[in-house]
């Protein structure tokens, strides 16, 4: 019976059903062929899916994002990284990489990123001769770091379903998140020799580096805000994504002066849509967590995982291996919610720890983003940028295959992981 609800979930999807309705309805079916549950259980697992405080921080966190790209705090952070690292060859390209590291401490979104940092960049990168197919691929990989770095979005998700810490997550993804961001400045060192780069003529000026600082200074203390208070546990998830709003809300109105009251009308429409469209997800995953539980998938999975006597290693191989297909054919959100609580049981009887596999199926499935045929980040940034989607994938397979250097080092070097939130997570 399983098997026929992964059928009906698969049609749907290849029909060209959304994702939430061909869930809805292939788990709808399986009850009603079931025929020993009442159609009860769909609505009351329904409403169950959604159950969580912590959820509320979701839509909080995508608020602060969106206000900071619509209150040109996006921009100002990236002026300030291009004073840094603008002057290399490629300049612009590590810019891109340097300022999505920072708006991850913001958004945790890879989608809001992008949106927000293309639209400033890529014009920027055209200007200075950059050809577009460069641009637009390290702008769509560099934003595969926002979902990594804490705070996280999927990693709520991931903290949600299974029980694991979140803060243990967030802390999990640091190392992961910063070493995206060096592999593709390393990538991007050898791409921008190869293609030969212009160099920046922009010289070091302390008063110039002073007047960028008093600019942006407040700008950059936005996501130190959310990183301390789940470092420190001073707030709840939920209160620290609060603070930050009201913190980004000031600077903007009162400091910068740089968005209306109309415009926060506008964001906030925007963001209830967006929180809509995942809450939406996690209620018909709810009806898929009761009916793989009634099917005892996950128990099946353990004791036929323990009668092959695998390793861990060889366990974590399969992982990723099939994390990376899913990627490929299915949105990163409903594959994380159905079916990282099926395989975490047996991930922990093989030894491994929860935070460290909740970490490796997070960053699995962002890079699942940048590859064909379903990413996400690749129709975004074709649209963004006005480019054929062939000539997109080209161009950001070399950052994609970077990234999965970093996903195999995180897999089998769990220590870049836990190290962090084992230091300071006692």
Known sequence: ??????????????????????????????????????????????????????????PFFILAGELMNKSGITKRIADFADFFVGRFKGGLAYV?????????????????????VSSILLPAMKEKGYDLPFSAAINASAAVIGPIFPPSIPMIFIGVISGISIGKLFLGGVIPGLMMGVFLAITVFIVSRRKNYPLSTRSFSIPEFLGLLRDTILAIISPLIIIAGIVFGIVTLVEVAVLAIVYILFISLYV???????????????????????????????????????????????????????????????????????????????????????????????????????????????????????????????????????????????????????????????????????????
């Not at 939430?20 to 009850?31: D, E, K, N, Q, R």
């Not at 891109?96 to 927000?116: F, K, L, Q, R, T």
Request: charged letters at 10%.
């Open 1 to 58: 019976m399983i098997l026929l609800l992964f059928f009906l979930l698969f049609l749907f999807i290849g029909i060209g059903f959304s994702i939430w309705t061909a869930m809805g309805l292939s788990g709808l079916i399986y009850i009603l062929i079931q025929g020993q549950v009442s159609l009860k259980v769909l609505v009351t697992n329904m409403v169950t899916g959604v159950d969580s405080a912590t959820l509320v921080a979701i």
């Open 96 to 116: 891109a990489i340097v300022v999505n590291v920072i708006m991850a401490g913001i958004s945790g979104s890879a989608v809001a990123d992008a949106s927000a």
């Open 256 to 426: 910068y002066r740089s968005i209306s009251y109309r415009e926060i009308l506008e964001v906030l429409a925007k963001t209830a849509v967006f929180s809509t469209s995942i809450m939406i997800i996690f209620a018909v995953v709810g009806v898929f967590q009761y009916i793989v539980a009634l099917e005892q998938w996950g128990e099946k999975l353990k004791l036929l995982i323990a009668s092959w006597q695998m390793s861990k290693w060889t366990f974590l191989l399969l992982v990723n291996l099939f994390f990376i297909f899913m990627g490929c054919i299915l949105d990163a959100i409903p594959v994380m919610l159905i079916f990282f609580p099926v395989l975490l049981p047996t991930a922990i009887g093989l030894g491994i720890d929860p935070a460290h596999f909740g970490v490796i199926t997070v960053l699995n499935l962002m890079i699942g983003l940048l590859t064909p045929p379903i990413g996400a980040l690749l129709f975004l940034e074709t649209k963004i940028a006005n480019l054929p989607f062939a000539v997109l994938v080209k161009a950001v397979t070399p950052y994609t295959l970077t990234l999965f250097v970093v996903l195999f080092l995180c897999t089998y070097i769990p220590e870049l992981v836990l190290w962090i939130p084992n230091l300071l997570l006692k």
